[in-house]
């Protein structure tokens, strides 16, 4: 990061050296492997914004000011103050002042301390600030972090309608005063003052289109990154048992949230009590004029009546459908090579146009309902107006009120109307976005497989293995996929797990890993229960192969520092040595740093692959190490070195590896048979028929 470079990635600007910065004045307790599994993965810009999220992962808060540097005092320390591109951090001089310093260079800046400037400051979130914020709605938690702007949002639409009022009252004394009096000094002075109101009202409005960026913004990265952080951490049951369609579809209408600012949701919310204000306004300037925007929301709540559950209905019904076709679109692109191997392209071609013309279809019924909804709240409007000049024009020819005044409340009228009947177009989102929001907060109250008592933490494990009784069943199948498992595999023992297809051999390494919990009996480590060891220190203790392993958008070193964020360029080119990868990484372009997109993937041998994730097994230095058939996929010079790395850490490291091959088996202290989810044997590769204890 002081270089400007992480995950062999460039990191321009004055962010990364700001973020050390801040660290450093927080008192982190130093942490390479916390540190770099909070920063992006692929990072193509890191700035302010990307600050905040790392440092949020680490568990502090930040908050936004906008101050002078005179107006900053110590309790707000550390903070970043931003100008243009550059970042500096505030910190207090001998002098007394806070001054800007330049994270790079320690120099202190040049600034101007009475102009006002964003001011970001950090701090530690408390302990009882986490319990409270966790017994409450997670989304309107998260909204309250954003209390300040707006309330700085409501000021400025306050300024905005005043400037509305000016130029109403303007235009009133023009028609009432100016005109019958031909006092051309007047006019021209009000025209002035109107000309100073709109380019207030001007300003005021860039001022708060970009706040609500920058809401907008933070609002979708908290959001996103809150939503995939919960996803990761939920039992791997609940996820798995939902199609990839369905869980990507449902992510998708997650994003609807972010309309909340983003769209006009957040303009109609700030607008509403103005245009209560306004109605109470029209009825004490212009009398009757007021019950024209009352009357119309009536009739559009009368509408709304008969056409929003309808539409709410058909909403559903056709994301259902769409879901259904993305389903159906996902599988067929991941399965095209099989589809054309088995010639089904014009059977599977009929199964996804039906499923594309059935969310067409609903899409239309629902498109349909919106237009009429659209029509009838662009109908209300004209003749609101229109019934607003014939009201008016009968209170002027009555002499109850002057043409000035009606003048004056069409501008108003017209200014409240707008809110209204984007409201009304709304009513059907409301809904929807209330479900959403309900959904959001209860997939933020789910358990998550890392919520464990922290009280039993170990940071180191011996490697010892147990399983007492332990039977285990996926959901949704008839019978046990592990039964009644009991034994005992001591400390840098060499276990091979073999049995036939179905027999229970991955599950059974899954169990280790808890990525599933056995529904009786217990898996342990070292004697404490897998449940009760933190995730973090779990996976930390444990390597793994499985049979697939997958390879991410990245580079190799990248790719392979998702086990061992820690590990140097040096560490990283020994252990793919070791495995024999390292000839085939130099041979490449640009070796280490060689991007592994999906183009690239897709010319990738499988012993490449099947190498690769035993070079981020053995990074890990763990003390337990579980292997999912590794070899199934690598040539002899590949295996060979496997299993000469395997040689080399036995008796230092737990090994369990699932094979059929003799020459594997004869390399194991143990041979674990399998045979339908129970252990038939747990002997010796000879067969003395000694069994352990």
């Keep these: 990061m002081e270089a400007g470079k ?37 990072p193509v810009q890191f700035e302010l914004i990307e600050i905040r999220g790392c440092l949020a992962q ?10 002078s540097l005179d107006e900053v005092s110590v309790q707000i320390l550390p903070a970043l103050v931003q ?18 310093i330049d994270p790079k260079t320690g120099a202190e800046r040049a600034f101007k301390r009475n102009s006002r400037c964003q001011i970001v400051s950090f701090s530690a979130q408390a302990v009882d600030d986490k319990v409270s914020a966790s017994r409450q709605p997670w989304l309107a938690t998260t909204l309250r972090r954003f209390t300040p702007e707006i309330l700085v949002l409501l000021g400025l639409t306050a300024v905005i309608n005043t400037m509305v009022l000016i130029v109403s009252y303007s235009v009133m004394s023009i028609y009432d005063k100016v005109i019958p009096a031909a ?10 003052g109107v000309a ?47 199609p990839v369609g369905d869980q990507i579809g449902r992510l998708r209408q997650f994003e609807t949230v972010r309309d909340l600012f983003a769209g006009p949701f957040v303009a109609v919310g700030l607008e509403v009590p103005f245009v209560i204000l306004f109605t109470i306004g029209l009825f004490i300037i212009a009398g009757p004029l007021g019950f024209v925007p009352l009357v119309l929301m009536i009739c559009y709540g009368i509408v709304g009546a008969f056409l929003v559950g309808p539409l709410r209905r058909q909403n559903q019904i056709a994301a259902q459908k769409r879901r259904a076709h993305y389903q159906t679109a996902l599988e067929t692109v991941s399965n095209l090579r099989l589809i054309r191997s088995l010639g089904c392209e014009e059977s599977w071609l009929k199964q996804l146009s039906a499923k594309a013309a059935e969310s067409a279809k609903a ?33 002027v020819m009555a002499a109850e009120m002057t043409v000035g005044m009606l003048i004056g409340a069409m501008i108003i009228i017209w200014r409240v109307l707008a809110p209204i009947q984007q409201l009304f177009l709304m009513l059907s989102r409301y809904a929807e976005m209330a479900q959403m929001m309900a959904q959001i907060d209860g997939m933020m109250r789910l358990p998550s497989s890392t919520q464990v008592d922290k009280g039993l933490v170990k940071r180191s494990f011996s490697g010892q293995i147990s399983f007492d009784r332990a039977s285990f069943r996926y959901q949704g199948a008839p019978q046990g996929t592990l039964q009644g498992l009991s034994f005992t595999i001591r400390p840098g023992m060499f ?96 070796g280490m740093d060689t991007l592994l997109d999906h183009a690239r993937q897709e010319t990738l041998p499988g012993g490449f692959r099947q190498a690769l994730a035993i070079a981020q097994a053995l990074l890990r230095e763990s003390s337990i190490l579980l292997l ?44 674990l048979c399998l045979d339908r989810g129970q252990v038939t044997s747990f002997d010796p590769p000879t067969g003395t028929g000694q069994v352990a204890a």
């Excluded at 100008?83 to 800007?100: C, F, K, P």
């Excluded at 342990?524 to 973090?536: H, L």
């Excluded at 999912?628 to 230092?652: F, H, I, S, V, W």
């Design 6 to 42: 992480f995950g062999g990635v460039a990191l321009t600007g004055d962010a990364p050296s700001a973020m050390l910065a801040i660290l450093e004045e927080l008192n982190w307790p130093y942490s390479i492997d916390r540190f770099a599994r909070c920063m992006p993965h692929f």
């Design 58 to 67: 680490l568990g502090f808060v930040s908050q936004t000011r906008l101050l």
């Design 83 to 100: 100008v243009g591109e550059s970042l500096s951090v505030l910190r207090l001089a001998s002098t007394g002042l806070i001054v800007a």
């Design 183 to 192: 006092a051309y000094d007047t006019l021209a002075a009000i025209m002035f």
């Design 196 to 242: 100073l109101a709109s380019g207030f009202e001007l300003s005021f409005r860039m001022l708060k289109a970009r706040l609500i960026g920058r809401v907008t913004g933070r609002l979708e990265y908290l959001l996103s990154t809150a939503i995939f952080s919960k996803l990761i951490s939920l039992p791997i049951q609940m996820i798995t048992n939902t």
């Design 363 to 395: 899409k239309r019924r629902a498109g349909m309902t919106q237009r009429l909804l659209t029509t009838l709240s662009g109908a209300g409007v004209p003749v609101a107006g229109t019934a607003t000049v014939v009201i008016g024009a009968y209170e």
């Design 495 to 590: 276990v091979a797990v073999k049995g036939h297809s179905g027999s229970g051999k991955s599950s059974l390494l899954r169990l280790i890993l808890d990525l599933y919990q056995p529904q009786v009996g217990s898996v342990q480590i070292d004697g404490v229960n897998v449940r009760q060891i933190p995730s973090e220190n779990l996976r930390a203790a444990i390597g793994y192969v499985p049979q697939n392993p997958m390879i991410f958008h990245g580079t190799i070193a990248q790719n392979l520092r998702l086990s061992a964020p820690a590990a140097s360029d040096d560490k990283l080119r020994c252990i793919c040595g070791e495995v024999g990868l390292l000839p085939a990484i130099d041979s490449l372009p640009r």
């Design 628 to 671: 999912d058939e590794p070899t199934k996929t690598l040539d002899y010079d590949l295996e060979d070195a496997l299993l000469a790395c395997l040689q080399r850490r036995r008796g230092t490291t737990t090994i369990v590896m699932v094979s059929h091959r003799p020459s594997h088996i004869r390399l194991a202290d143990r041979v």
